[in-house]
């Protein structure tokens, strides 16, 4: 099932869109993060080839129906970073996200206007019932970002994912939709 990247307004005049190939620096930049390559498929060592991949792969998510990614995207224009909203467990009635922003977007709320835009549309266009977060425990930046978009914390998931060679605990957050926002 094909899924179309919608373009959606965020609070603070961000935006969010879907993957473009003018898209390369934002994706060489979180090559040299130390942390987002071990969580993503975001190439480490980063080369253009692989970064055109890594593009593609975002584009192969929305038309194999696994999820819709999308690029946050500020007032001028700038790639800041990606949020996604991934469908794999829709028939059971939720549905994951997970974000990064480049280094040099972290500090102005824009992890938390994205995940706030996309809750919305999630839960009022898809109907989706409940979102899931998973964050490790030490990740005080997102576990804030989570609780500003209205995300509870239900609990550790120990040994939860593999995350750069280890198993590592993760924090589950989620909002349903009964809850509202």
Do not use: K
Not at 70 to 82: E, K, N, Y
């Amino acid at each position: 099932m094909r899924l179309d990247v919608p373009e959606l307004p965020a609070p603070g005049g961000l935006a969010l869109r879907p993957w473009r190939l003018t898209d390369l620096p934002l994706v060489a930049e979180a090559a040299e993060d130390p942390y987002i390559p071990l969580i993503t498929t975001v190439p480490s060592p980063y080369s253009e080839a692989e970064g055109v991949a890594f593009v593609e792969r975002q584009w192969s998510r929305a038309t194999t129906g696994a999820g819709y990614p999308f690029v946050i995207v500020s007032a001028a224009g700038r790639p800041l970073g990606t949020i996604g909203l991934w469908v794999r467990d829709l028939p059971q009635g939720r549905a994951s996200l997970g974000y990064w922003l480049a280094a040099s977007a972290r500090g102005h709320g824009a992890a938390a206007s994205a995940l706030t835009a996309v809750t919305a549309w999630a839960l009022d266009e898809l109907r989706v019932p409940r979102l899931e977060l998973h964050i490790e425990p030490w990740n005080t930046p997102s576990l804030h970002t989570a609780e500003r978009a209205g995300f509870r914390r239900e609990g550790l998931l120990r040994s939860w994912q593999e995350v750069g060679g280890e198993r590592r605990d993760m924090y589950v957050y989620a909002l349903v939709s009964s809850e509202g926002r």
